[in-house]
């Protein structure tokens, strides 16, 4: 089982980034799957996760609005849009994934409910 995080970069204050985390070994569509974040010298925190049974999904408060999750189980892929992106979303952006009965009974946010983690991708965001 694999997952590739990628599309990381860097923009000015405004821009838009989308990231990309392709599967290998499993189907999304059985799995939820977060994405989290990393800044120098913080905790990794969690940022957005998506059910892909249901299709339901979740923000942080700090990017709600302006990151969109989206899954395209053809490319068995998902990603997160991240749009008027500030210097405060620098960080290493990682996707995790998880069985959908385990991550229905957890906390989507919370890293220690994934099992499979990506190589993280550094997105920079400059003022």
């Known amino acids: 089982v694999q997952l590739q995080a990628s599309g990381g970069g860097l923009v000015q204050a405004g821009g838009s980034l989308r990231l990309s985390c392709a599967a290998y070994?499993?189907?999304?569509?059985?799995?939820?799957v977060g994405w989290f974040r990393q800044a120098p010298g913080k905790e990794r925190e969690g940022v957005s996760a998506i059910d892909n049974g249901d299709g339901s999904t979740t923000y942080r408060d700090s990017v709600r609005g302006r990151f969109t999750i989206s899954a395209d189980s053809a490319k068995n892929t998902v990603y997160l849009q991240m749009n008027n992106l500030s210097p405060e979303d620098t960080a290493i952006y990682y996707c995790?994934?998880?069985?959908?009965?385990?991550?229905?009974?957890?906390?989507?946010?919370?890293?220690?409910?994934?099992?499979?983690w990506g190589q993280g991708t550094l997105v920079t965001v400059s003022s």
């Open positions: 070994g499993l189907r999304l569509e059985d799995y939820a």
């Open positions: 995790a994934a998880v069985d959908l009965p385990f991550y229905r009974v957890g906390t989507p946010t919370s890293e220690t409910l994934y099992d499979y």
